[in-house]
């Protein structure tokens, strides 16, 4: 049974870090390529993340270029998600899915 939970969420203020997990189970992280995702209320889901299963990583969307990065840990079975200098737009629920599977998210706050 394929299952996802994201961890790491929070309150931050803006500048602040967070680095968000995902843990996987049911299959193997490393044999996917595995994205995180957010969405904002009111807002459309954006993609923010990938890194594929050779480990490659996809250029990062304008909107979280040179803040954030994606890394994973195949011992793990977990992606990561480090998050720099963070700002009030950042604020979201932070997925990562395995189309078609979905996790509950984790929520990132973004406020002073």
């Known amino acids: 049974q394929v299952q996802l939970a994201e961890s790491g969420g929070g309150l931050v203020q803006p500048g602040g870090s967070l680095r968000l997990s995902c843990t996987a189970s049911?299959?193997?992280?490393?044999?996917?390529?595995m994205r995180w995702y957010r969405q904002a209320p009111g807002k459309e889901r954006e993609w923010v993340a990938a890194?594929?299963?050779?480990?490659?990583?996809?250029p990062s969307p304008d909107s979280v270029k040179g803040r954030f990065t994606i890394s994973r840990d195949n011992a793990k079975n977990t992606v990561y998600r480090q998050m720099n200098d963070l700002r009030p737009e950042d604020t979201a629920v932070y997925y990562c899915?395995?189309?078609?599977?979905w996790g509950q998210g984790t929520q990132v706050t973004v406020s002073s």
């Open positions: 899915p395995r189309t078609p599977y």
């Open positions: 049911g299959f193997t992280v490393r044999t996917y390529s």
């Open positions: 890194i594929g299963a050779t480990g490659d990583v996809a």
